[in-house]
């Protein structure tokens, strides 16, 4: 285990539906992550958190809301998506930015399929 | 702004065998390589990582090599065993910030 930990790890979900994707971390860390993860593509940066303040917006659909209410805990709200969305999201956390000694470490992410 | 190439996409190699991915960068300032790991229902997982001022690093049988003039570095795995079959990815970055990645090289290692 990475000690990041992501819910739920399938979703499926019409295109008018509302759900959230749920990722915390356990080893006390500052700085969180989404990045998005589709077949053949790099992995896209969404959004990145320092200690609970967002310091990365990447171009990001305004349907993808993201949360961080602590330095533990990470929500991707999604509404009204699109088929194009489906994607794994993967949640990820680092001791904080921009030192040379940072390490990522990922969750499993979440497998969303938009219908 | 950085922009990673990752060859080759796929790579099958015989248990024992040798493994070369390679991956090239654009910006001249990048200063952090990682390499990471995905296996199949798990998210990716660091390796190894290599900084700009040095030009290989090793850690058992998985060995890194950096050439800044040529912008380009290489994840060499020797022995391989059938537990390395995974997806590997390569990223650069400055300063470990906004990390940019390659599309991923799938290795298979056939028993």
């Known amino acids: 285990e990475t000690g990041v930990t992501q819910t739920p790890r399938h979703l499926v979900m019409g295109m008018t539906n509302k759900k959230s994707l749920k990722c915390e971390q356990h080893?006390?860390?500052?700085?969180m992550y989404w990045y998005k993860q589709s077949a053949k593509k790099p992995l896209e940066l969404m959004f990145v958190?320092?200690?609970?303040?967002?310091?990365e917006n990447n171009s990001v659909p305004s349907r993808f809301s993201p949360e961080c209410p602590n330095s533990s805990h990470l929500f991707l709200h999604l509404h009204t998506l699109q088929p194009e969305d489906s994607a794994l999201y993967l949640c990820?956390?680092?001791?904080?930015?921009?030192?040379?000694?940072?390490?990522?470490?990922f969750g499993s992410g979440t497998q969303l399929s938009v219908l | 702004g950085e922009n990673v190439e990752q060859h080759p996409s796929t790579l099958s190699v015989q248990e024992g065998d040798s493994a070369v991915i390679k991956c090239t960068y654009s910006?001249?300032?990048?200063?952090?390589f990682p390499w990471y790991k995905q296996e199949l229902g798990k998210g990716p997982q660091l390796i190894i990582d290599?900084?700009?001022?040095?030009g290989e690093k090793k850690d058992q049988r998985i060995a890194v090599t950096l050439n800044k003039t040529a912008k380009h570095f290489s994840l060499h795995i020797t022995e391989t065993q059938p537990e390395d079959s995974a997806v590997y990815f390569c990223?650069?970055?400055?300063?470990?910030?906004?990390?940019?990645f390659g599309t991923g090289t799938r290795l298979l290692v056939s028993p």
């Open positions: 990820a956390s680092s001791q904080d930015l921009g030192d040379l000694n940072e390490k990522l470490f």
């Open positions: 080893l006390g860390h500052n700085a």
């Open positions: 958190y320092n200690f609970k303040e967002q310091t």
């Open positions: 910006d001249s300032a990048s200063n952090y």
């Open positions: 290599i900084r700009s001022n040095v």
């Open positions: 990223a650069a970055s400055l300063n470990f910030q906004k990390l940019v």
